[in-house]
C-alpha cells in the first residue's frame, strides 16, 4: 500500500493551461504539503494544511490554489501555466507531531511548454 | 530566519571509502535536524533525525550524524559507502512550526 500517492506521475501541457495534481496519503496523518523542486534540486514549502485548515501559504502565485476536501487528501490546482512552473511537486504528510518526520510521495513532473 | 546551507553540490567517492557530506543551520531557536534521501526519479526518504538527547544519531544503514550546537553543523557520515548509496541527500531543519527547511542537497556518487 503506497503511504503517499500522487496522480499523476508526470504531466506535460502547454502555456496558459489549466492542471490539478491529486494526493492522498493513508497514513492517518493531519498534516499534508506540498513542496517545489526546481530544476536544481532545490526543495521549498508552498502550502501545508493541518485537518482540512491552511497553516502555511508560502509566497505563491495566487495561480496555485491548493484544496483539501478532507483530511487524507491535499490537491493543487494551477491556473494559467507559465514555462517557470515546470519543476517536480511533492506532497508529503506528517502527524500533527512534525518532528516525527515527514512522508513524501514519489513527485509530479510538471513540464510546461 | 532559519537557513540550511549544504556547500557540497556533489561528492564523488569509491566504493568501500569513508564519505562525509556536510550540512550547517542557521537558527535563532530550538532546531531539529533531518537527513533525507533521494534516490532517482523517487521521492524523499528519511534517513535519521536528531531531536534531543545524545548528538550522535545512526540510521540501519550504516549512515550516522553528529549534532554540534557550537558549529551549527549536522554532518553526515558513513565509514564505507556502497554503489546503492549513489543518491541525492538532503539536510533539513524543523523549528516547531510544522515546516521542514531544506538545503540545497548533495549529489553523492559512488563509483566502482
Known amino acids: 500500500d503506497t503511504a503517499v500517492s500522487q496522480t499523476p506521475k508526470y504531466l506535460v501541457t502547454q502555456m496558459g493551461n489549466d492542471k490539478s495534481i491529486k494526493c492522498e496519503q493513508n497514513l492517518g496523518h493531519d498534516t499534508m504539503y506540498w513542496y517545489k523542486q526546481d530544476s536544481k534540486k532545490f526543495l521549498k514549502i508552498m502550502f501545508s494544511y493541518n485537518n482540512k485548515e491552511l497553516i502555511i501559504n508560502e509566497t505563491v502565485p495566487n495561480r496555485f490554489s491548493p484544496k483539501s476536501p478532507d483530511k487524507a487528501h491535499l490537491n493543487l490546482h494551477i491556473n494559467s501555466l507559465e514555462l517557470g512552473d515546470s519543476a517536480v511537486y511533492f506532497c508529503?504528510?506528517?502527524?500533527?507531531?512534525?518532528?516525527?518526520?515527514?512522508?513524501f510521495g514519489s513527485g509530479t513532473r510538471l513540464t510546461v511548454v | 530566519a532559519q537557513s540550511v546551507t549544504q556547500l557540497d553540490s556533489q561528492v564523488p567517492v569509491f566504493e568501500e571509502a569513508p564519505v562525509e557530506l556536510r550540512c550547517n543551520y542557521s537558527?535563532?531557536?530550538?532546531?531539529?535536524l533531518f537527513w533525507y534521501v533521494q534516490y532517482p526519479n523517487q521521492g524523499l526518504q528519511l534517513l535519521l533525525k536528531?531531536?534531543?538527547?545524545?548528538?550522535l544519531v545512526e540510521s540501519i544503514n550504516g549512515f550516522e550524524a553528529e549534532f554540534n550546537k557550537s558549529q551549527t553543523s549536522f554532518h553526515l557520515r558513513k565509514p564505507s559507502v556502497h554503489i546503492s548509496d549513489t543518491a541525492e541527500y538532503f539536510c533539513a531543519l524543523n523549528t516547531g512550526f510544522q515546516k521542514l527547511v531544506f538545503g540545497t542537497g548533495t549529489r553523492l556518487l559512488v563509483s566502482p
Open positions: 537558527s535563532s531557536v530550538s532546531v531539529y
Open positions: 536528531y531531536l534531543s538527547g545524545s548528538t
Open positions: 508529503a504528510s506528517s502527524p500533527r507531531d512534525s518532528l516525527r518526520g515527514y512522508t
